[in-house]
Nanobody
Framework: VRLVESGGGLVQPGGSLRLSCAAS????????MSWFRQAPGKGRERVAR????????NYADSVKGRFTISRDNAKNTVYLQMNSLKPDDTAVYFC?????????WGQGTQVTVSS
């Protein structure tokens, strides 16, 4: 299993970013996918989850209405569109796949929201 995130960077408050996670090594379309984040000195928090078909999505209250998770099963890729970013959104963002009893993580991508 390999998960590779991209799309992070430095953005001003109120700005937008779109993260991507390219998956390989498993049948991507069979599994739900999640995005987590971890801010300095804090635990890892799940921000969004999407079902295998993309029809069901769930969000943390802190990002609801601002973030959108989506997936393209033809491209084996999951996305996180982040709008109206706040300084509190600063964190390393990870994509995650739970396959059977095993959880796989990408290496993460840094998102910094600052003026």
């Amino acid at each position: 299993v390999r998960l590779v995130e991209s799309g992070g960077g430095l953005v001003q408050p109120g700005g937008s970013l779109r993260l991507s996670c390219a998956a390989s090594g498993f049948t991507f379309s069979n599994y739900a996918m999640s995005w987590f984040r971890q801010a300095p000195g804090k635990g890892r928090e799940r921000v969004a989850r999407i079902s295998s078909t993309g029809t069901i999505t769930n969000y943390a209250d802190s990002v609801k209405g601002r973030f959108t998770i989506s997936r393209d099963n033809a491209k084996n890729t999951v996305y996180l569109q982040m709008n109206s970013l706040k300084p509190d959104d600063t964190a390393v963002y990870f994509c995650c796949a739970l396959i059977g009893a095993s959880t796989s993580w990408g290496q993460g991508t840094q998102v910094t929201v600052s003026s």
